[in-house]
């Protein structure tokens, strides 16, 4: 294997000749070998297109001249589709407040764009990963900057697919409209209902986290690039910091502006805490949705579909599989939130040296839970009804005397109930069409009446 000498502060070591990572990376790579997790695609995406409205600015302003600024341009271009994925091989966990990262794609975009000017890998008197790839940045306002940005995308995403949740459970709760069942509480038959309407609460839910969705945008736009290390803009020029904002809109297409007080915007992370309790309310909502899902099916009320052998000793037997997993993903995105609260309250001073497990616990977060809502779409529209069943259970219930009570009061209501446990024989509706006659039974326990929000 061919190797390459580089040099960093610490002095020289060796690098594989095919690697377009530099030496501080490869420090990095041997520093950190802590959980396996990888960084996210979506940050990575992101911290390149960073690096290019930086470039740009730069160029604009005259401090990269422009047959280099073309190449780091492409290199750039080249990381955002995806092709030198390969070269980012970090731990997405490690010190220095994502340094490594950050340095990881200084060196590889260096690299690819002394590849595409014929120069050799490592030539640095070209160019270079800190003097020209990361002029005028710091870590410390690229690396927030890269995750507001590769958020905001992912927040997208989870909208759209929470949308086509709440339109699968909406599709149902017409479908099953006229189906009617009974409400419980405290794990108690209750009143009656129908069998659509618990379906359309569950849309309603996913409505809610829709816009919770929407809203946490508006918390990630304020962006602090152009603060450099602790927010003050040391070492950048005035009309760079104010181009790189306008730089970063064009290259992102999203309306991100500068932060009003950039050193607060670096020091605290209490806005990921406020997106993540919204994606927790989320995955509240998942989880109780997915266990009412799971009672309805033990109540054989609904089926859920049979998608793989649920055992390998019982035959026969078909677990709810993919609702547990809704459950599974849901308690994982809570923890999560616990986890980056803990990480937020912990920085320092100026910095929040933890901003590696926030990016990665917050990506994870949000692409747990587009998954999730992928998943569960599918599942939903496949769901059925078990008609005879929920007529069955309906038409025995002695709750649905309940909704009698205006037309014949308490009293006379229990004594029904009373009366048809000593000699009741059929249904429990049968006999209150005996007592009461068919037309009022009709009327009181149709889908129309039971759903009509009060009585006249």
């Known amino acids: 294997m061919k190797h390459r000498i580089e040099k960093d502060h610490l002095g020289e070591i060796k690098i ?28 990575l995406k992101a911290l390149a297109m960073v690096k290019k409205a930086c470039c740009l600015a730069n160029r604009e302003l005259d401090f990269i001249p422009a047959e280099k600024s073309t190449a780091i341009l492409q290199a750039c271009d080249e990381i955002i589709s995806g092709k030198f994925d390969s070269q980012f091989k970090l731990d997405a966990l490690q010190g220095g407040a994502g340094t490594s990262t950050n340095m990881n794609m200084n060196e590889v975009v260096a690299n690819r764009a002394l590849e595409i000017l014929g120069k050799a890998k490592g030539d640095y008197h070209e160019i270079h990963p800190i003097d020209t790839i990361n002029l005028h940045q710091s870590t410390n306002d690229v690396y927030p900057t890269a995750l507001k940005t590769a958020a905001i995308f992912a927040l997208r995403d989870l909208s759209k ?37 618990q379906f359309a609460s569950f849309a309603d839910a996913i409505a809610r986290d829709r816009w919770r969705t929407f809203k946490s945008e508006e918390r990630l736009r304020m962006v602090n690039i152009g603060g450099t290390a602790i927010g003050t803009g040391i070492t950048a020029p005035r009309n760079y910091i104010f181009s790189v904002i306008e730089k970063l809109r064009q ?75 809704v459950i599974t993903c849901g308690f994982k995105v809570s923890s999560n939130h616990q986890l980056l609260s803990r990480c937020a309250s912990d920085g320092t001073l100026q910095i929040n040296e933890f901003m590696p497990l926030i990016a990665f616990t917050l990506l994870e977060s949000l692409e747990m839970l587009i998954n999730t809502c992928i998943t569960l779409t599918k599942h939903v529209k496949n769901i059925e009804a078990h008609r005879e069943n929920c007529k069955l259970h309906f038409e025995h219930n002695l709750m649905i005397v309940t909704a009698f009570i205006p037309h014949i009061g308490y009293e006379k209501a229990e004594q029904l109930v009373d009366k048809y446990k000593s000699e009741g024989k059929t249904s429990f509706r049968k006999f209150l069409e005996i007592e009461l006659g068919t037309e009022l039974v009709d009327k009181v326990l149709s889908p129309y009446n039971l759903m009509a929000l009060g009585h006249k």
């Open 16 to 43: 594989d000749e095919s690697s377009y990572w530099g030496a501080q990376t490869e420090r990095a790579l041997i520093n950190f070998k802590l959980s396996g997790y990888k960084t996210s695609r979506r940050f």
């Open 161 to 197: 697919e929470s949308s086509e949740l709440q339109g699968a459970f909406q599709l149902k709760e017409k479908e099953f409209g006229d189906i009617t069942t009974i409400g419980r509480t405290e794990l108690q038959d209750a009143v009656p209902m129908t069998l659509g309407s």
């Open 251 to 325: 290259v992102t297409g999203l309306g991100l502006a500068r932060a009003e007080n950039p050193i607060d915007n670096t020091a605290n992370a209490d806005v990921y805490v406020e997106v993540s309790g919204m994606l927790d309310a989320f995955a509240v909502n998942l989880i109780k949705i997915a266990n009412d899902l799971r009672l309805l099916h033990y109540f054989e009320e609904i089926n859920l579909p049979a998608v793989q052998a649920g055992s390998s000793i019982m035959p026969g037997k078909v677990n709810p599989v993919i609702i547990e997993s």
